[in-house]
């Protein structure tokens, strides 16, 4: 499968703290990409960066769509927020920072259709019931403002949101993140069967070494702003090579 | 015959940084080959490496040595040369792997756990979910089974899910580690049913064994590995 | 007037406006930022439109001033007389006689002529700001042309009133590329705004912005293809001058739920009236 994402060499400091240190991956359509790591070792900056909600100081981010590579410094802000708007998703840990809870759950779920210029009520409405069905939320919901509804709704929610645009390419942070342990569960399971069914490529920064090995094809390992390794998901988790990575597999607690 | 999986030369030892950074020598110089139609099942005290090596031609754990050549569309891949997305490719297709316990995630209905494997392959939803629901009834996990989650199984009725998510879809290779564990006498017998049928189909099959009387009803050939002199500890299957 | 200069403001204060309503004209659309003066009046009293009369005035000018479509009110009183003391100048209430015409909350009925200009007063220049709290952001938001959140709240209004419940300063699409106010008129005004033969300029004193559609531009109001923008007007004549299609101001008129509605253009009011006498 050809190559979707591509980070080059990307370094960024913010202040005297090194964020990342020459960095480089690539992601392929239709692969799920784990970033795994400790807090402050880079995942999150490095997912705003590969998302363009972040430029970085050097090295630069290459987005294939078709058959050209195009950094994203080179296409420039508006070209990448139209793809922000539509091709690319961004699902983020907090549901209730990234939804709009004085909209109600079809408005949430038609902004990012009208951000792409659909402008026909009935359209967007009916879509975002087909999308609610889809993140197992009764219909009945839709006119409803989403300050009502659970911490998984939520999130459920904005996974919809981010979904209806029929995105290639869908960053998360944490998804799954602040979630009662049942919960987590159906989330996970939701990601899953949809990234099959939409034959998405995603993205995914997680502390949740279970989460990783659930959900990713592969798997990075950040620290202090470095790749220390990666590879197949089963194959870092079940032979790690680095001090790191064997730290972070040997402290997780058995099920 | 057809060569299905050739290695040679492997080697493996595990470094823990955790202890200290001790070095534990598991395989050296380990090679096997098998053709079409053959099982051979891996022989030896515990500690001598066989869930290793078994791992390993899986391409779970990287090989410090050696090569790994799996039949896939017809080509040889070296799983410790390729890609991962090769690898994964490989996996879905060409190389099936049974392990000791199941691993899913929580909340998917066992049907849908055995359906996957097909689904992977491009198979349509219902077919799978025919299919996959003929291969759990085999292994005696009943319609009523089917929509639940096999966290709350037993553990026979977990790894039965388990064989049934690899027994549903047709393999070239075939690693099976311990299959029969955990299982009843007509179980037991059932699976050694599927593996011989998968044998007869042309599979090359690499199994790790305990239970003598399923190891005799399968085994073409038996590879013993021994237990490399390591300078601390032995360690029970790494 | 005695220590004044020619319609109060200075002429470098003037030529500093004036250097905005330019760029705003060639950007329709877009809110050009100025140097607002302090004015003889508060602001939202009109000192934008004020300052924009002030720099656009000159000696044989003839200037109308409405407020919500009225001359005779104290808003439109006082600031037609400044610029009778500061400028000299002619003032009229009649539509078709004005050159020059400042106004708030309301479009004059008769169509306006290419060779005449419109000001209008603004409290709040930007269409977005009920929806995105930090300007920083608001402007990022135009510069993409990143309108999508307004489209949400029609939705809402739609889905939660089964119609847009605003019912004037609707927004409009300028030109096809920026999102603006129109200020606050009704709703019934915007189709006025629509390739409008004479200029229009806006201006907001105390959020110190100037904005413009230049004449013959589009001017669409935000709706949707299935929900089109339809404007309501009270269904009623006018009780004074039995205009139907003149937009109605409602007067309690009594201590026992009277209602009278009449024009709320009291010139357009007046004319009809004296062509049906």
Same mark, same amino acid.
């Given at each position: 499968?050809?190559?979707?994402?591509?980070?080059?060499?990307?370094?960024?400091?913010?202040?005297?703290?090194?964020?990342?240190?020459?960095?480089?991956?690539?992601?392929?359509?239709?692969?799920?990409?784990?970033?795994?790591?400790?807090?402050?070792?880079?995942?999150?900056?490095?997912?705003?960066?590969?998302?363009?909600?972040?430029?970085?100081?050097?090295?630069d981010i290459l987005y294939y769509d078709g058959h050209a590579a195009t950094s994203l410094r080179v296409r420039g802000e508006r070209a990448v927020r139209t793809l922000q708007r539509a091709r690319w998703g961004y699902v983020a840990q907090d549901p209730r920072a990234a939804l709009r809870l004085d909209i109600s759950a079809g408005g949430?779920?038609?902004?990012?259709?009208?951000?792409?210029?659909?402008?026909?009520?009935?359209?967007?409405?009916?879509?975002?019931?087909?999308?609610?069905?889809?993140?197992?939320?009764?219909?009945?919901?839709?006119?409803?403002?989403?300050?009502?509804?659970?911490?998984?709704?939520?999130?459920?929610?904005?996974?919809?949101?981010?979904?209806?645009?029929?995105?290639?390419?869908?960053?998360?942070?944490?998804?799954?993140?602040?979630?009662?342990?049942?919960?987590?569960?159906?989330?996970?399971?939701?990601?899953?069967?949809?990234?099959?069914?939409?034959?998405?490529?995603?993205?995914?920064?997680?502390?949740?070494?279970?989460?990783?090995?659930?959900?990713?094809?592969?798997?990075?390992?950040?620290?202090?702003?470095?790749?220390?390794?990666?590879?197949?998901?089963?194959?870092?988790?079940?032979?790690?090579?680095?001090?790191?990575?064997?730290?972070?597999?040997?402290?997780?607690?058995?099920? | 015959?057809?060569?299905?999986?050739?290695?040679?030369?492997?080697?493996?030892?595990?470094?823990?940084?955790?202890?200290?950074?001790?070095?534990?020598?598991?395989?050296?110089?380990?090679?096997?080959?098998?053709?079409?139609?053959?099982?051979?099942?891996?022989?030896?005290?515990?500690?001598?490496?066989?869930?290793?090596?078994?791992?390993?031609?899986?391409?779970?754990?990287?090989?410090?040595?050696?090569?790994?050549?799996?039949?896939?569309?017809?080509?040889?891949?070296?799983?410790?040369?390729?890609?991962?997305?090769?690898?994964?490719?490989?996996?879905?297709?060409s190389l099936g792997y049974v392990s000791q316990f199941l691993r899913a995630i929580p909340r998917v209905p066992s049907l849908d756990i055995v359906a996957e494997t097909l689904l992977r392959r491009g198979v349509d939803l219902a077919q799978a979910r025919r299919q996959a629901a003929a291969m759990l009834e085999r292994l005696?996990?009943?319609?009523?089974?089917?929509?639940?989650?096999?966290?709350?199984?037993?553990?026979?009725?977990?790894?039965?899910?388990?064989?049934?998510?690899?027994?549903?879809?047709?393999?070239?290779?075939?690693?099976?580690?311990?299959?029969?564990?955990?299982?009843?006498?007509?179980?037991?017998?059932?699976?050694?049913?599927?593996?011989?049928?998968?044998?007869?189909?042309?599979?090359?099959?690499?199994?790790?064994?305990?239970?003598?009387?399923?190891?005799?009803?399968?085994?073409?050939?038996?590879?013993?590995?021994?237990?490399?002199?390591?300078?601390?500890?032995?360690?029970?299957?790494? | 007037?005695?220590?004044?200069?020619? =319609?109060?403001?200075?002429? #470098? %204060?003037?030529?500093?406006?004036?250097?905005? +309503?330019?760029?705003?004209?060639? @950007? *329709?659309?877009?809110?050009?930022?100025?140097?607002?003066?302090?004015?003889?009046?508060?602001?939202?009293?009109?000192?934008?439109?004020?300052?924009?009369?002030?720099?656009?005035?000159?000696?044989?000018?003839?200037?109308?001033?409405?407020?919500?479509?009225?001359?005779?009110?104290?808003?439109?009183?006082?600031?037609?007389?400044?610029?009778?003391?500061? =400028?000299?100048?002619?003032? #009229? %209430?009649?539509?078709?006689?004005?050159?020059? +015409?400042?106004?708030?909350?309301? @479009? *004059?009925?008769?169509?306006?002529?290419?060779?005449?200009?419109?000001?209008?007063?603004?409290?709040?220049?930007?269409?977005?700001?009920?929806?995105?709290?930090?300007?920083?952001?608001?402007?990022?938001?135009?510069?993409?042309?990143?309108?999508?959140?307004?489209?949400?709240?029609?939705?809402?209004?739609?889905?939660?009133?089964?119609?847009?419940?605003?019912?004037?300063?609707?927004?409009?699409?300028?030109?096809?590329?920026?999102?603006?106010?129109?200020?606050?008129?009704?709703?019934?005004?915007?189709?006025?705004?629509?390739?409008?033969?004479?200029?229009?300029?806006?201006?907001?004193?105390?959020?110190?912005?100037?904005?413009?559609?230049?004449?013959?531009?589009?001017?669409?109001?935000?709706?949707?293809?299935?929900?089109?923008?339809?404007?309501?007007?009270?269904?009623?004549?006018?009780?004074?001058?039995?205009?139907?299609?003149?937009?109605?101001?409602?007067?309690?008129?009594?201590?026992?739920?009277?209602?009278?509605?009449?024009?709320?253009?009291?010139?357009?009011?007046?004319?009809?009236?004296?062509?049906?006498?």
């Open positions: 499968m050809s190559v979707l994402l591509e980070a080059r060499h990307i370094s960024h400091r913010f202040g005297r703290t090194l964020a990342l240190d020459d960095v480089s991956l690539t992601l392929r359509r239709h692969e799920i990409l784990a970033i795994v790591g400790e807090s402050g070792s880079g995942k999150t900056t490095l997912l705003n960066m590969l998302s363009g909600r972040l430029t970085p100081q050097s090295g949430n779920i038609g902004a990012r259709l009208m951000a792409s210029g659909a402008r026909n009520y009935d359209d967007i409405r009916a879509m975002a019931a087909r999308w609610l069905e889809a993140v197992e939320i009764d219909v009945d919901r839709l006119d409803d403002w989403p300050r009502t509804f659970s911490g998984g709704m939520l999130q459920r929610l904005q996974i919809a949101a981010t979904l209806v645009t029929d995105p290639e390419l869908v960053f998360m942070d944490e998804p799954t993140g602040g979630l009662d342990v049942s919960v987590q569960a159906r989330i996970l399971d939701l990601i899953r069967s949809l990234v099959r069914r939409l034959g998405l490529a995603v993205v995914i920064v997680t502390h949740d070494i279970g989460v990783a090995r659930l959900l990713a094809d592969r798997l990075i390992v950040m620290r202090r702003g470095c790749i220390v390794e990666h590879g197949l998901t089963d194959q870092v988790l079940d032979d790690p090579q680095h001090p790191y990575t064997q730290l972070l597999v040997a402290s997780v607690l058995p099920v | 015959m057809r060569v299905m999986v050739a290695a040679d030369g492997l080697a493996k030892s595990f470094v823990l940084h955790l202890q200290g950074g001790v070095r534990l020598d598991v395989l050296r110089d380990v090679g096997l080959t098998v053709m079409a139609g053959e099982c051979v099942v891996l022989a030896g005290r515990s500690g001598a490496g066989k869930s290793t090596l078994l791992r390993m031609l899986y391409g779970n754990y990287r090989a410090d040595d050696g090569r790994i050549l799996i039949r896939h569309n017809e080509t040889m891949v070296d799983l410790t040369q390729a890609t991962t997305e090769q690898i994964i490719a490989v996996r879905h297709y005696g996990i009943g319609p009523r089974l089917h929509s639940l989650p096999p966290a709350t199984f037993s553990g026979g009725e977990q790894q039965r899910v388990n064989l049934a998510r690899t027994f549903v879809a047709p393999w070239p290779v075939l690693l099976l580690d311990e299959p029969t564990a955990s299982l009843d006498a007509a179980n037991r017998d059932e699976v050694v049913r599927l593996i011989n049928e998968v044998k007869d189909a042309g599979a090359a099959v690499i199994g790790i064994l305990h239970d003598i009387s399923s190891r005799e009803r399968i085994a073409d050939r038996t590879m013993t590995l021994t237990p490399l002199t390591n300078p601390s500890t032995s360690l029970e299957s790494v | 007037m005695q220590g004044y200069n020619f =319609a109060y403001l200075d002429e #470098t %204060t003037k030529r500093m406006i004036r250097r905005a +309503i330019l760029k705003a004209v060639a @950007i *329709p659309g877009h809110q050009v930022p100025f140097a607002s003066r302090e004015m003889p009046l508060p602001y939202g009293w009109g000192t934008g439109g004020i300052q924009l009369t002030a720099s656009l005035i000159g000696a044989d000018d003839v200037l109308k001033v409405i407020d919500q479509g009225a001359d005779d009110t104290t808003n439109a009183i006082s600031i037609r007389s400044f610029f009778a003391r500061t =400028a000299g100048v002619r003032t #009229t %209430t009649h539509t078709d006689a004005a050159t020059l +015409i400042q106004t708030r909350h309301r @479009i *004059p009925e008769i169509p306006l002529r290419d060779d005449q200009i419109i000001v209008y007063q603004v409290p709040m220049p930007e269409p977005l700001y009920r929806l995105e709290p930090s300007r920083a952001v608001s402007r990022r938001m135009h510069a993409m042309a990143d309108y999508g959140p307004m489209h949400v709240k029609l939705y809402e209004d739609i889905t939660r009133f089964g119609r847009v419940a605003v019912s004037y300063d609707h927004p409009v699409v300028v030109n096809r590329r920026y999102l603006m106010s129109p200020s606050p008129i009704p709703a019934f005004d915007n189709p006025k705004l629509h390739r409008m033969p004479a200029l229009q300029l806006f201006g907001a004193g105390r959020e110190k912005r100037i904005y413009a559609v230049p004449p013959h531009t589009d001017v669409v109001s935000l709706d949707f293809e299935d929900r089109p923008f339809n404007p309501i007007r009270a269904p009623h004549r006018c009780a004074l001058c039995g205009a139907e299609h003149s937009y109605l101001d409602e007067m309690v008129i009594d201590d026992r739920g009277g209602r009278m509605f009449a024009c709320s253009d009291t010139d357009y009011c007046a004319s009809y009236q004296a062509r049906e006498a």
